[in-house]
Each structure stands twice: as C-alpha cells, then as structure tokens.
C-alpha cells in the first residue's frame, strides 16, 4: 500500500476540497470549516488513534490512551483558532479489558475534556481485538485560521519547545532513565493542547496561517508552506530547547536540533504573523516565510533541508 | 465484560447527559444537539465499525462495507428530525489492502453522501488489522425531536417494513438462495435512510419522539419508552410485511412478525405522533403509545412482551 499522504491526496481528488455551495472547507486542514452562521464558524476535526500504531499499552497506562487521543483532537481546535466546544467518542474495546480498565480509559478523555471546558456529547462503542479510540471534535471560531494564507515576509512563531515528546517516547520504549527525565516522559504520555496561549495568539498576533505540531515541527512547517506555496527559513539558533533535551543531548547542538526539528505527537503551535512581538514568554519567533525552498540556517550558512515527518504507514 | 448498554450506561453516569450551561444534549439519542443559533440545532452523531463485528468481508464488498456504515449515520440525523450536511470519516486500514481496494471502499462511503447531500469534509487514516469504519456526521434542524417526548395515547408510526434485513444476513451467512430474495439481500448490504419520506413526517406530523430502526423494532421502540417513560401496544395485524418476507415465511403469521419486529440495521424510522393519518404510503399506523408495559396484540390478544436487541458485546 501506498503512504498516509498518498492515500490522503486520492481521497481529496475523490472528494474535492470545498462543497458545492461554497460554505464548506474540507480535507487539507486542521479542521473542516463550515459557515453556520455570518462571520461564524463550526470547526470539525477527527482522529483515530489505535492500540499498537498510536499507544503502546505496555508503558502507556489507559488513562494516558485516553487523554492523549483528546489532546490531540483539542490541538486541532486551537490550531484553527477556535474554541473546542463537544466531543463525540467511538471507542473499539476488547472483550478482556474489565469495567474498572474502562472507566480508567474513559476518565483519561473526561479529564482532558474537562480541563479544556469540552462537553462529550455522544459517540458509540464496539467489540474490538485491539484497542480503538475514534474522536469527533467540534469548535468554533469568529475566524478560522488555515494552513493556507502565509505570506512571503512573515515572521514564524513557535510556542513552547518540542523535542520532549520523542525523548519520552524513546526512553519508555527502551524503558531507561525514566524518572530521570520526567518532562519527556509527561510529554509524550500526556501531552497539552495550547489552551493558556491561544488566547495570547490571537490577540497580539493575527496570524496568518497556523498548524498544531503532531508529525514534527519541520513536517507540520512544511504543510503550512505547501498549502501557502511558500518557504521557509529556520534560524537554529533561535529555536529553544528544553532544559531536559539539554541534558540529555549533552548540550550538542546538532543533536539538541535533532530532537527539536523532528519530534511528533508535541501539540505545540507553529503559526506566521506579520507582526514581530517578542515580547511573550513561551512564544518564540524562530525564522520567515521566503518565496521556495526550505532552510536551516546554523552558525550563518544556510543548509537546504528535506522535511521528514511520522507516517504511520511507512513503519511496519 | 458487561453488555454494550451498561457500559454506555456507566460512561453517561461519569459524562453526564446535559452540559452545564444547558446548550448541549448529550448521550441518550441518536444525535447530541447543541444550540447554534436561536432555534437553530447543530446535530452531532459517531458511529464505529469494526471488520467482524459490523461487517463480514467475506460476503460484503468493500463498497457495500463504506455505504451501510454512512447510510447508519446519515439515519442518526434523519431520526433527530434534521439535514445532513458534513461528515468526518476515519479509516483505519489493513496494509494488504491495494489502493483500489481502498477507491472502492471510499467510493461506497461517497456514493451514500452524493446521494443525501453530505459533504465528506475531513477525517483521519491509520494503519489497522482490522478494517475500521469510524464516522462521525453533523446536520442541522430548527426543531430537533429526541426520543423522550412520547405521550400516552400518541399514534405509533413506522416507515416502510422490517425483516428484510435479518433475512438478508441469515442468507448470506448461508451462502442460500441469495438471487431468490435480492431485496432482502440488497436491505442488509446497502440499506438506505428515510430522506425521501423524512419531510413527509415533519410536515405532516409534527412527531412527538422519533428513532431510527438499528436494533430492532421492538427494541428501538423501546428506547423511545425508556426515555419517555411510558409504555406501547402494537397491533400485530397492521405490521406491514415485503413480499419477500411472505414468501420466506410462507404466510406464517408468527415467523413473519418475529422477522419484522426484531431485525436490525433497518434505518426505517419509528415515531409517535398525536396525528392520526393513513393516507401516505410507507407510513403506517401500527400502534399506540400507553402509560406503561410493552404489549403485542395479535387475534384479539394482548401478549406482554420482552425487548430485545441486538448487543455486538454479548455475542462472542
């Protein structure tokens, strides 16, 4: 079979991008955007995340299954810079787990929904030989923000750090130095959505496009810049690093780079404004947005970079 | 493990059925509503489907699998007396699965939107064992009917006639007298949800509570006591039977009721309404809605009767 991307073009070529009418914008975002009513805007996402290809029970315990699966679904709300409102959860369960496994699992999602003020409206639930946790996530916003509209000039704007995610992934996998490195391991298993600064961004920044970080910060970059035909230049050196990524990197830049350029499933915010503003904490301007081409630049010379992300379907 | 009710019974007790601020109706429907203007209903419904449990791909082709499972949502709307408009679709997918095996599939599942007006805006892909179908659908109504609203004395009403389906899948399983029954066949492979005679029953009958046949007839009509708190006596005499059903039961009274009253995954709906009205085909009057208890009333006999349905968690 064909890559996560492959099979995702088919199916936007099948399905086309935008409604008839004009009034849906579908596949190619964060969220599909609906117009429910005059400068008024639904926000639809959806995720499926299964036993095996998206949490390994063996280190993750069911309620970090279930409040992940809600983080990154939250993520995608805020990504699109709007406020998360109901949830709908499908879960695929095996006839072994007990009732006490469930209500672990399903205290996992409320707890992530009731931090970030989200209603769980409905869903369904199956018999399943592996664990499946499929969720539905509607927001709205005044104004959407796409992948789509940034400009040559703009400045690109991180929030927090990255690189935590997949430090934590690799040690619960080798299961070594785990209580060393509490914040990887946090990180990974129980990652945040934005909800403290989305407000911050919106206010102060009017961006121009923005994406939530689940397939790494160069990936996720990469998908603003192809859905806005731009490039992109990173200023290395601009890019904060987790005291954590320090210490296990040994302070190497290249490694501490690594980490940070390329860990998934993080659900920081990148976003491009044209405004400078440097005046937030854990809002960090890392590079613009160029006409092509995709650029780190380290100790003043630009290397040309080829973006990399998870896929899903790659890994057997 | 305990049955698909009392789990989903449990998960309301933790969720709870409304959201704080009151705008939000949660589990206990076929569709949650939320308020999204003044007498305006955004309606939100998931469901999952999982190879095995759902579906059996050794009889069911992958374009029949993607059609039932939309035609199973777009029914959730249509019973919450709404539009379809928009749906988020995700798949997770067996890697042996070639890129026209998943065309077909993702064609079945459009061919069901084309047909009832939805847009497939988003959703999710993943590496599966197991095909999993997991839909979630949004419409809208300006007045939404839940199924807790039935009154004593209200007509009870049912689209079309049930059995097909059953009848269909015992077929099927079979491998018998396949091309002798095609319409029963073609009900369990690719049913269809009421749209044509949706706008008949809210123009005309302004029903008091409404539910779309996925259990079963006696068991959905059930769900709609349940919530309402009363109780119903149908008319054995006035089930309506297909032809096919006669010819399979050849004219047995109690076999042809036993299909009708407990076939699943019919999508007809059933609603109660204070209207007395026989004059539209496909809609029938079958019974009445009481203060309590669930009788059948067959040769001038009242028989008190047990609800059953289908529960995916208690067959093995």
Redesign the interface.
């Known amino acids: ?2 890559s ?1 991307w ?3 073009n ?2 936007r070529q ?2 086309g991008e935008r ?1 008839q009418d004009g009034k ?4 190619g ?1 964060d ?2 955007a ?1 117009e ?2 005059k400068g008024r805007y ?1 926000l ?7 036993e095996g ?2 949490f390994d029970l063996s280190y993750t315990s069911l309620f970090e299954a279930g409040y992940r699966s809600m983080s990154a679904n939250i993520s995608d709300i805020f990504a699109s810079g709007g406020k998360p ?2 949830t ?6 095996d ?5 006490e496994n ?2 672990a699992l ?2 996992g999602i ?1 707890s992530c929904c009731d931090k970030y003020n989200v ?12 664990l ?1 946790i ?1 969720i ?1 996530i ?1 927001g709205e916003a005044n104004q959407y923000i796409s992948r789509e509209n940034a400009q040559v000039g703009d400045y690109i704007y991180l929030t927090g750090n990255t690189g935590l995610s997949k430090l934590g992934l690799e040690l619960l996998q080798k299961g070594e130095y785990i209580s060393d490195y509490p914040s990887a391991v946090k990180k990974h298993l129980q990652p945040e959505p934005q909800g403290t600064l989305i407000d911050i961004i919106l206010q102060n920044f009017s961006p121009t496009a923005m994406i939530d970080i689940s397939d790494g910060m160069l990936s996720d970059l990469g998908h603003i810049c192809k859905e806005s035909k731009k490039g992109f230049v990173i200023e290395g050196g601009k890019i904060p690093h987790h005291s954590e990524i320090y210490k296990f990197c040994n302070g190497e830049k290249n490694k501490m780079l690594d980490y940070s350029l390329t860990s998934g499933e993080e659900y920081e915010l990148i976003f491009t404004s044209k405004i400078f503003n440097d005046s937030f904490n854990n809002i960090t301007c890392i590079g613009r947005i160029i006409e092509s081409g995709f650029f780190l630049e380290i100790d003043n010379s630009l290397r040309e970079i080829k973006l990399t992300g998870y896929d ?2 790659s890994k ?1």
Chains 1, 2 share one sequence.
């Open positions: 079979m064909k996560e492959d099979i995702i088919k199916i099948l399905t409604s849906i914008a579908g596949i975002d969220c599909a609906y429910i009513g639904g639809f996402s959806a995720d499926i995340n299964i290809v998206h409102i109901l709908l959860v499908s879960l695929g369960i006839s072994s787990l007990t009732e469930i209500e399903y205290k409320k209603f769980i409206a409905g869903g369904d639930i199956s018999k399943s030989e592996k499946v499929s539905a509607y899903h379907f057997k």
